[in-house]
């Protein structure tokens, strides 16, 4: 059995037909990691969500922000901007039913025989393993609960940036949201920016990447991660980002996280 994590797809069907041939993955035995964004500025949203939901246990999806968008879309609080593809899925008979799959998807996976944890942006440096846990699972259960509509109109925003334990309601999940889904770049205390996008040391000196924060907590950690498509294919000592910018044009890559060295594969888009 072989276990592979895959970057970011956004709706790039094709790339991921390829790069699953190329892995000669088995849906009977293998596993399937995916570090969210599955949908989105690509040409083939539904196909991708309907492939990856017909895998059932076989994959782990966490969600990004683009899914995470779509949700709110579907729900209505939030309209589409004018770069967004989510047409195919709204509109597809099988709606009701990718879109309550889709909402089922946790925001963190940790397999600790594995030794490797699964988020789609990254953590922030406050954050250890165990209050990383609780905190998209809180996150979780609303999405997944009667309040949900309510929460997706008031999840997206810059505010608050900084992580404190007494944070509270809307504030408290709408950080989660940011840290878990949005984060690539803050100061050494932690507060959170998100206007920069680019690769690392383009944000000027009061800023690096989360994971280059000192005293992160979750340094002990693998952590699988995709978002930052400047970024590209990127390893460090427990670090592994998967975003190299199919959407873009670039290519598509995977990890096998079952073999000691995680070598990487990758197709163009």
Same mark, same amino acid.
């Given at each position: 059995m072989a276990v592979y994590a895959i970057g970011d797809i956004q709706g790039c069907y094709e790339p991921l037909q390829r790069l699953l041939d190329l892995l000669r993955f088995d849906p +009977?035995?293998?596993?399937? %990691?995916l570090v969210g964004d599955l949908v989105n500025r690509g040409p083939h949203s539904v196909e991708v969500l309907r492939l990856i939901r017909e895998l059932g246990k076989q994959v782990t999806v966490v969600l990004g922000n683009h899914d995470l968008t779509l949700l709110a879309v579907a729900a209505g609080p939030v309209k589409p901007k004018r770069k967004d593809t989510f047409h195919t899925i709204l509109?597809?008979?099988?709606?009701?039913?990718?879109?309550? %799959?889709?909402?089922?998807?946790?925001?963190?996976?940790?397999? +600790?025989?594995?030794?490797?944890?699964?988020?789609? +942006?990254?953590?922030p440096p406050q954050w250890d393993l165990a209050l990383a846990q609780r905190c998209a699972a809180e996150v979780e259960a609303i999405l997944r609960g009667p309040e949900s509509e309510k929460f997706m109109a008031r999840m997206f925003g810059g505010e608050p940036r900084r992580w404190q334990s007494d944070l509270a309601g809307y504030d408290r999940l709408r950080f989660m949201?940011? +840290?878990?889904?949005?984060? !690539?770049?803050?100061?050494?205390?932690?507060?959170?920016?998100?206007?920069?996008?680019?690769?690392?040391?383009?944000?000027?000196?009061?800023?690096?990447? %989360?994971?280059?924060?000192?005293? !992160?907590?979750?340094?002990?950690?693998?952590?699988?991660?995709?978002? %930052?498509a400047s970024l590209g294919y990127y390893r460090a000592p427990g670090i592994y980002a998967l975003d190299s910018g199919c959407v873009w044009g670039n290519r598509l890559t995977a990890i096998r996280l079952d073999e000691s060295e995680a070598p990487a594969f990758s197709v163009p888009a």
């Open positions: +009977a035995a293998d596993r399937l %990691w509109e597809a008979p099988d709606r009701d039913e990718l879109l309550d %799959w889709l909402r089922q998807r946790p925001l963190l996976h940790h397999d +600790a025989e594995l030794g490797f944890t699964l988020v789609h +942006a990254g953590l949201v940011n +840290a878990l889904t949005r984060i !690539r770049f803050c100061t050494a205390d932690g507060v959170l920016s998100f206007a920069e996008k680019g690769p690392p040391g383009s944000a000027g000196n009061s800023l690096m990447p %989360w994971f280059a924060t000192p005293g !992160r907590r979750s340094a002990g950690l693998n952590i699988v991660f995709g978002h %930052w």
